[in-house]
């Protein structure tokens, strides 16, 4: 039976979800796939973590060098999160020739070029499937699945943070800060929850998604971000009464050889089939030009299913002769990327309650060429809440007529601005 020596780079959420997959499904592995997955060192500061997972001491370094010198050691897996000491610990690991397994978006997306490039050098794997939409075999679709395919879109919810906030916004009417408390206890939020809720880690996730789907790096700075902090219930609520349900979606599409990808709150309609997707459960839903639309959906987030799809990974590099690295172009330039989008969109303002405001709203969104499709307006005490649905409009000009009717004297806040899907 061939064995494989594996290291763990941390036992947090998603390193003790690993340990304790790879103990409770070690004999099924060997089964399986044939091979006798064996831990054999394990990077971590804080013993008591290691103690409650009932962790034999003597597998406890907090020296990397513990796992480059032994030979044994053909796999490192890491999930201390961050971007150092993680990017040198998995290059060390790489140049001495160790394939590296990864759940780190961050320093992933950031740090790619320099992983394959170390990865090269080493003749060794590189494997990141727990990088993006945690148990969701969605790396593995994309780079052994899907190349009878040009892919051409790809849009998912890809942070089950963001998405458990918003399921219990709108299903149960909790407050966001409350809710943002339930998804940390639970595993789900990064170390620094503003890296879910403004977006960053669905950023970070579309860039190494819409690469795969592309074939070309789209590097953080190609991607517009915006995150779910200025979400409100009543947004939220409005949403309902329209046949909308608010997700936080990443988007990446490739529309007449431009990429466009972006990270933004929308409002899809309820009979989409994202708007279905509840809690820390993800979808991706993937466009090619043969296989037409793939649905992926599981947990993106928390111990076990973030595990599961590390140890994918553990077996995966295990059973490889030899191991494959994924093609993309590093040669991109501001050419390759879309400048701006369209959207249909809906605007919540507030203004004062009198007479001509709607025609001046009117007309500022007409100078831009933004066309309304519906208004819905409800006053009180001298001031009214006005919804405005517009018709599909490019960004660029949506910003420019909000500015302008903010700056009208009856108006007094462009409150919010969110995307219809
Ligand atoms: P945790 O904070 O729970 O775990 C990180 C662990 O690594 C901690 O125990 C930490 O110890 C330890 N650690 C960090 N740096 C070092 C170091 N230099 N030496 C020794 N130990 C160290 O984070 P998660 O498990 O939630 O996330 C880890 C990674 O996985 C992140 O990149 C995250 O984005 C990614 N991820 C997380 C998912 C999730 O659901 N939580 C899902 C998919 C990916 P200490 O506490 O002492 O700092
Ligand atoms: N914080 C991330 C999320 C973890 O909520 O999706 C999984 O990548």
Do not use: W
Not at 68 to 93: H, N, Q, Y
Not at 294 to 311: C, F, K, N
């Amino acid at each position: 039976m061939k064995k494989v020596g594996v290291a763990l780079l941390g036992l947090g959420t998603v390193g003790g979800g690993t340990y304790r997959i790879l103990k409770s499904m070690h004999d099924d592995i060997m089964a399986s796939d044939g091979v006798d997955i064996e831990i054999r060192r394990i990077i971590e500061r804080d013993v008591a973590k290691a103690e409650a997972l009932g962790v034999d001491p003597a597998l406890l370094s907090t020296d990397i060098n513990d796992v480059i010198s032994d030979p044994e050691i053909k796999i490192v897996a890491e999930f201390f999160g961050g971007i150092e000491p993680a990017r040198s610990f998995l290059i060390a690991s790489l140049k001495a020739g160790k394939s590296i397994v990864t759940a780190n978006k961050e320093m992933f997306s950031k740090c790619m070029e320099d992983l394959k490039a170390a990865a090269i050098e080493g003749n060794a794997g590189l494997y990141f499937e727990a990088s993006c939409v945690g148990g969701v075999p969605v790396i593995r679709a994309l780079t052994e699945s899907m190349q009878g395919n040009r892919i051409d879109s790809i849009m998912g919810i890809v942070n089950g943070t963001t998405n458990y906030i918003l399921t219990k916004m709108a299903d149960e009417g909790l407050e966001y800060a409350d809710v943002l408390k339930e998804a940390q206890r639970l595993g789900y939020a990064e170390a620094n929850p503003s890296a879910d809720v403004d977006g960053f880690d669905s950023m970070y996730k579309l860039s190494i998604l819409s690469t795969l789907c592309f074939r070309k790096h789209v590097p953080l700075d190609k991607i517009y971000r915006e995150g779910i902090s200025k979400i409100s219930k009543t947004d939220i609520e409005y949403g309902k009464r329209f046949g909308y349900t608010l997700k936080l979606l990443a988007i990446g599409k490739l529309t007449h050889g431009k990429i466009e990808a972006r990270v933004h709150p929308a409002f899809i309609l309820n009979s989409n089939p994202l708007a279905s997707v509840k809690g820390s459960f993800n979808a991706v839903l993937i466009h090619g030009n043969n296989v037409d639309d793939v649905m992926l959906y599981g947990r993106g987030a928390g111990d076990l299913p973030t595990g599961s799809a590390i140890v994918s990974d553990i077996v995966y590099a295990a059973v490889q002769d030899k191991h494959k690295l994924f093609n993309y172009s590093s040669d991109v330039s501001d050419e390759d990327f879309a400048d701006d989008f369209t959207s249909e969109y809906y605007v919540r303002m507030t203004v004062k309650d009198k007479a001509g405001v709607l025609a001046k709203i009117a007309a500022a969104f007409g100078k831009y060429g933004v066309s309304i499709n519906s208004v819905q307006q409800q006053a009180e005490d001298g001031k009214a809440s006005i919804i405005f649905m517009i018709h599909r409009t490019s960004e660029a000009a949506l910003k420019k007529a909000a500015t302008e009717t903010e700056s009208l004297n009856d108006v007094i806040s462009v409150d919010t601005i969110i995307r219809v899907i």
